[in-house]
């Protein structure tokens, strides 16, 4: 009890001071920046016309990486210069007929950065999680490209030569936001890692740091195979040794070595080799957390990823130590006495998340509930809180957040959206409240109804995951007829 007491003080502390905060939070539209006013159309008209190319930025207000963007990108000055080069378009998911031209463009997760040609051809896709000088590197290839990255894909598959610029904006293409426009929607696991094995073994030995991203990418998708290949498991540990020991590689690829790290290192070595391994990415982490070099959101996520990987070394039914549980306390602490108004949203985020999973749960509900009054979101943040409360089992609390979360919901998709979470979960851990599924489904259907090409991308998905949820759901009679009555409605609109 004395350990508990004696954690808990500094994140009271942090929190009563936050909560006494004034300090305006959560900038929805990213400033500075001359942002396209019009639609989505005249945008690549004027693009054409003008010769420039679109930047074209999908994202939506509540999102904590795209909060995490704007906080770390979009505010500096240099890419406020820089975007004098392009048409800058923020197609937000909760503006009118968002979610069809995200259907359009084959966007779905927020943010998704698209650069198209000035004939409107799309040339690549950006990832998040970049320090600003490679961003604005990265840009700067993206901008001045002349082939496709689908095209630049299928040259190196026939086996043709392209340029290291060309090589530089394969090794910084946003894969997982790929939606099927270079990796055919269709392809598996098998298919993904062959191309990416081969990406990175052609690319030229001295173009090290791109080389050293698509090998991650060979890595990672090796990683979840069902094989036992000892070549390429040899060939890839070392590899990822030696990016991790370097310092510019292991910047170029922390995101892929933070997330991954449990995941990687159980795939590359086991025994001591593996505990070995975990050691090092522990240390490597660590440093990452607490150097100001980094920006905070990645210095946040290392420090998550740095629970996760103590996690991943526990024996069952042990617990991480007091040493360790008081260090992530601070680091917590600090990171988010740090956080500015574009970082905070995202910084609660990550350090709640981070908390519940070191066993902290009293401290991570008393850190959501206590940003409440300070994010202009605050129902992302509620359906943390129904989130771990379902974890922990307690079903009631949990609704009750995941209602609020929904009734305090704006706009369009993201109503429908928090609807459906509600809804999915009054299944869940409801499934006998027939009357309250049944209302509940019904008002979002009632909304879904006034909205102009509503039932597009993300919605269309999330009505498909309500669908799925109460056909097997639908065990009698009584419930049969709801989902029924829920089909007819939703072939109506």
Not at 44 to 53: G, M, V
Not at 345 to 369: C, F, I, P, R, W
Request: glycine letters at 6%; a negative charge; charged letters at 20%.
């Amino acid at each position: 009890m004395g350990f508990v007491l004696r954690l808990m003080v500094p994140l009271v502390m942090v929190f009563l001071v936050v909560g006494c905060d004034s300090r305006q939070v959560d900038g929805d539209r990213p400033g500075g920046i001359d942002w396209f006013e019009g639609e989505v159309d005249e945008a690549f008209a004027l693009a054409e016309q003008q010769d420039k190319p679109i930047f074209l930025y999908w994202g939506a207000a509540w999102c904590p990486p795209c909060q995490e963007l704007k906080g770390t990108i979009f505010k500096q000055q240099a890419f406020i210069d820089q975007s004098r080069l392009f048409i800058p378009v923020y197609l937000d998911g909760d503006t009118e007929q968002a979610q069809l031209y995200g259907e359009k463009f084959s966007v779905y997760g927020y943010p998704t950065v698209i650069v198209f040609s000035p004939q409107g051809a799309e040339i690549t896709r950006i990832p998040g999680g970049m320090d600003i000088q490679r961003y604005l590197s990265v840009l700067e290839l993206a901008i001045n490209a002349i082939t496709p990255v689908k095209e630049l894909v299928a040259a190196v598959k026939q086996g043709d030569n392209i340029s290291p610029a060309d090589w530089k904006l394969l090794a910084f293409y946003a894969w997982s936001q790929d939606r099927g426009k270079v990796l055919a929607a269709d392809d598996d696991d098998q298919s993904r890692f062959g191309l990416f094995k081969l990406l990175a073994e052609t690319c030229p030995a001295d173009l090290v740091l791109a080389k050293s991203r698509l090998q991650m990418l060979a890595i990672e998708h090796w990683s979840v195979l069902d094989t036992e290949d000892k070549t390429n498991k040899a060939l890839y540990l070392n590899q990822f040794t030696s990016i991790l020991s370097d310092p510019a590689l292991s910047n170029a690829n922390s995101s892929s070595i933070i997330y991954g790290a449990a995941d990687l290192s159980a795939a590359l070595t086991e025994g001591a080799q593996l505990i070995e391994l975990r050691v090092q990415l522990s240390e490597h982490m660590a440093s990452i957390s607490t150097d100001s070099e980094f920006n905070l959101p990645l210095r946040l996520s290392a420090l998550s990823g740095w629970v996760a990987l103590q996690n991943a070394s526990l024996a069952e039914d042990e617990t991480l130590a007091d040493d360790k549980l008081a260090w992530i306390s601070q680091r917590v602490s600090k990171g988010l006495g740090e956080a500015d108004s574009y970082e905070y949203h995202s910084a609660v985020n990550t350090l709640s998340q981070t908390l519940y999973d070191a066993g902290l749960v009293e401290d991570a509900k008393l850190m959501l509930v206590n940003s409440l009054t300070i994010t202009k979101h605050p129902y992302y943040l509620m359906s943390d809180l129904g989130l771990m409360e379902a974890q922990l089992g307690n079903n009631q609390q949990s609704l009750d957040w995941y209602k609020k979360a929904w009734d305090s919901s704006k706009g369009p998709a993201t109503r429908i959206q928090w609807g459906v979470n509600y809804v999915v979960n009054l299944v869940e851990l409801a499934p006998e409240d027939i009357a309250g599924i049944s209302l509940s489904y019904k008002a979002i259907i009632a909304e879904l109804a006034e909205q102009n090409n509503g039932l597009h991308q993300r919605t269309a998905v999330r009505m498909g995951n309500l669908s799925d949820a109460l056909e097997s759901w639908a065990d009698s009679p009584a419930k049969a007829q709801i989902f029924a009555e829920f089909k007819e409605a939703i072939s109506a609109l």
